[in-house]
């Protein structure tokens, strides 16, 4: 299982956490998100990802292929914002980066 953090304005996943050895290791505020993936790892913090603006969600099933801010999580159903991912792959193609595939 994972934990995902989602944008109130638009239901999109911005941040899904699935190697977290305890989600009690996550500190969510009105400021940021961070968290340790692994123990004695280096911490990792998400300033944009706060609770003013995003929920946490637990126990989320992870998708097949997650990325952030081109998929939206709405009542435990992921879908592809199609729109937003070819934005980011015609922008990724004109510098020559490979395209991003993200699956349901």
Request: proline content about 3%; aromatic content about 8%.
């Amino acid at each position: 299982m994972a934990t995902a953090f989602r944008r109130k304005s638009d239901n999109k996943v911005v941040v899904l956490l699935t190697y977290l050895t305890d989600i009690n290791n996550i500190d969510f505020t009105n400021t940021n998100m961070s968290c340790t993936i692994k123990n004695g790892g280096k911490q990792l913090t998400f300033n944009d990802v706060n609770t003013n603006d995003f929920e946490r969600i637990d126990d989320v099933t992870p998708p097949t292929s997650f990325r952030g801010n081109c998929m939206t999580y709405i009542d435990g159903t992921w879908a592809v914002d199609n729109n937003y991912v070819n934005v980011i792959n015609n922008t990724r193609t004109s510098i020559g980066l490979e395209e991003v595939n993200p699956q349901v």
